[in-house]
């Protein structure tokens, strides 16, 4: 009873209604929900904390920045969905609303959009000197196994380097990007390495233009920190899994290198293996055992000379429950 009237008298109010319906399935910073909402960073930040008391939202810490999203369990969760059912989402505010964090995301997109533009051609020699590869690209090949899979899923493919490694494993691979520069240079590596049955097209991984149910292994080497909706993304490239399908996630574990944010557009700064989880559970997947990877020694931790943070990578297996009937591959009819 008074968790319900806590979370009630917390949700009537309308700018504290109009956060619940922004954040319905975003994740925002306080900056950014004042540029929604129209309205000073103390006003929103006193909305968001009733709301988080209420235990509607939850604040989640990320360096220098802090997120809010909505709880999804927990006892005021019911309330929230409740509320949701009953808004008219026509209202003119929330349509204002709405509109305002359309502007608010491509502007988010176009930065990390711009940022991989400018790197593209540096962008192995960067990675490099942030982890481990081969050992990573070692475990991947275990974790794909012998093979030979039939359909090979690579989003974020960038510059292709991904889809090289595995090629010898798959009768088909395809690599999706969002970056017309990263898709010009993962096709000109498959050329030069005559690997036909390998091919990269442009798309997005909140909006795969592939049909669900049919491939065999995706992979996320990568992408994951730079998305501002993880867990949408995760869940999207589950529904292009057939029953028994694997996704292999590989990415940076927890960190508090704030400088990622900042100079390389990082979104999220590493995942916790619950969160990752989290996102593995909510599409319908059941996480494998997960590998870590410590960080180099500190003599290898080096660019050009200069000390870089040691960061750990991760690499997360998920299987999809294989309780559907096998579905026909048509990979060519999706490229
Ligand atoms: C750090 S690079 C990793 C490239 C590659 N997976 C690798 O490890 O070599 C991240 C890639 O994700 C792509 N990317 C970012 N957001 C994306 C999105 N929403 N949909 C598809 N690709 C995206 C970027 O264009 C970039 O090429």
Known sequence: MDVLVH??????????LRILVVLERNELTV???????????????????????????????????AFFRPCLDGPARRLY????????ADELVLRTDRARLEAVRAERAEVAASYFES??????????????????????????GPGPIDTLLDIGTGTGRILEILAPRCRRGLGIDRSREMLHLARTRLDSLGLEHCA??????????????????AVLHHVLH???????????????????????????????????????????????????????????????????????????ARRDGEAVERLTVTLWGARKNAIAPPVVHDLEAAS
């Open 200 to 217: 990269v097209r442009h798309g997005d991984i909140y909006q795969l233009d592939i049909p669900s149910g049919t491939m065999d292994v």
């Open 7 to 16: 979370a009630l008298k917390a949700a009537g109010e309308p700018t504290r």
């Open 81 to 88: 969905e409740t509320v949701l059912d009953l808004v008219e």
């Open 226 to 300: 730079f998305l501002d909706r993880p867990g949408d993304a995760v869940r999207e490239v589950a529904r292009t899994l057939r029953p028994g399908g694997r996704l292999l996630v590989v990415d940076f574990a927890r960190h508090e290198v704030e400088r990622l944010r900042t100079e390389y557009a990082h979104h999220r700064l590493g995942f916790a293996d619950g969160e990752v989880m989290a996102f593995c559970s909510d599409a319908g997947l059941e996480l494998e055992p997960v590998a870590h990877f410590a960080p180099a020694p500190p003599e290898h």
């Open 119 to 144: 790197l593209a051609p540096d962008w192995d020699r960067i990675r490099a000197a942030h982890v481990a590869d081969e050992t990573v690209e070692r475990a991947l090949l275990d974790a794909v």
């Open 31 to 65: 900056g950014e929900l004042c540029r929604v909402l129209g309205q000073s960073q103390p006003r929103v930040s006193r909305h968001l904390k009733l709301l988080v008391d209420a235990g509607l939202l939850e604040r989640h810490a990320e360096g220098a920045s």
